[in-house]
């Protein structure tokens, strides 16, 4: 019978390693990322990207906003008031940023017409914003009324992408019970053969303790009287 319970034992305490590794592992190296994020190419945009309304708030949580432009041209991220930002772009090229096309990419539709805009630098219908030199990220809080993000280079070249990043909540409720639960079962499989291992120990000591089988108690008084005293 213990020939049969050690494997069982042993498996139960593989079952439990495996429950804790896999705990750890949701927490870890299986841990989704802590955000999404969405991008739009922009190379043919013309010289400005807006966003329609809504957009800004497509996801909960402030929203990074990523621009990249070619080479070190000048990229300018900017919240703009929606009736600045239309009457800024009004019959000039530009790409408007509508949704999200599928989870990882930015849904644009493109207007046609001029190819250049006012130089949006030191613009004062830009509220706040960021601006850089061949990247410039801004960070997009919500806000009351009615706002527009809006993407330019230096009037005449848009920057080449857009990105959009939000924050993600990550739940693995799953790991904490699945490391308790391991460790649990490893230590009672631990316990159950460190047990039997115990009491194997002390049966093998008692037999080698008794008297060989056979032998009467006069044969073994005769073998006492035999042996030389001490």
Known sequence: MRR???P???LLALLGLAAVGTGIGLR???LPEDTVSATAGLAEAGPVAVTAPGVMELRPGPVTVTARGQGEGAVHIARIREQDALAWVRGAQHATITGLANENTLATTLTEGETTVPDPAGSVLWLDGAQGRGEASYTWNSTSGRYLLAVAGDGSDAP??????????????AAVPLVVAGIITFMLAAAAAAGLFLRAGRLAGVRAAQPPAGRS???RQDLAQKEPSA
């Open 8 to 10: 069982m034992l042993a």
């Open 160 to 173: 080449t992408s857009l990105t959009m990043t939000w924050p993600r909540e990550v739940s693995t409720p």
């Open 217 to 219: 108690s006069s044969q």
């Open 28 to 30: 870890t190296i299986w």
């Open 4 to 6: 049969s319970i050690v």
